[in-house]
């Protein structure tokens, strides 16, 4: 899995609440043999269209501006619904790396530490805040999210602290999924079965 350590990049805003996973993936999608590296092309496809099909200009993804994202500012209860993990394949395949909201569902954020991707939870306004100061220059006005020290905001203002679980942040650092940190403490797992064998051998038996 790849590190997160700190990235500058442009956030588009989601700010719609109760955006859910089958708004972010269509099921049909993950049931139709779509390639885990396409998903992103179909990342919040009902979004972006018009009731008379055309394309919503008011929506990040038919902005040029935003086309190059890798950070995502959202609603409240985002990624609500199923725990459908190809909701954050898609995202991720869209090129995001890290979501900001006032709340996110607590399954789709297990699943995006899993797969990589930083979540963190800021107050509604200030999501607001940063999202009316990207607005007037995407690209100029690029989001810094560093996780070692737990800080966000604009390159050229005041840093922004967020918190994020121990466990979490350190799999994230290291690049490591719940085995690779399970793994982590292979010696300990190997003291342990020791002592536990002389207290229980018959548990060891073949």
Not at 15 to 27: G, H, P, S, Y
Not at 92 to 115: E, H, K, T, W, Y
Not at 123 to 130: G, K, P, R, S, V
């Amino acid at each position: 899995m790849q590190p997160f350590t700190r990235i500058q990049g442009i956030a588009a805003p989601l700010l719609r609440d109760n955006v859910d996973t089958d708004t972010i993936i269509r099921v049909e999608r993950l049931f139709n043999a779509v390639p885990r590296a396409d998903l992103g092309l179909y990342c919040l496809e009902s979004l972006r269209h018009l009731s008379d099909g055309s394309p919503d200009p008011e929506f990040f993804q038919n902005d040029l501006r935003y086309q190059r994202a890798s950070i995502l500012l959202c609603g409240r209860n985002f990624g609500c619904g199923s725990a459908r993990e190809g909701a954050v394949w898609a995202l991720a395949g869209m090129g995001i790396r890290c979501i900001i909201a006032p709340s996110v569902a607590d399954l789709f954020a297990a699943n995006c530490f899993q797969n990589g991707l930083l979540v963190f939870t800021l107050d509604q306004a200030i999501i607001e805040h940063l999202a009316v100061g990207v607005a007037a220059d995407p690209a100029g006005r690029p989001l810094v999210v560093d996780l070692e020290r737990c800080q966000t905001g604009f390159a050229d203002g005041e840093p922004i602290p967020f918190s994020v679980a121990a466990r979490r942040r350190e799999a994230l650092l290291e690049g490591l999924d719940e085995i690779d940190l399970t793994l982590k403490q292979q010696s300990k797992i190997h003291d342990f079965r020791q002592r536990d064998g002389e207290l229980r051998p018959w548990i060891y038996t073949a």
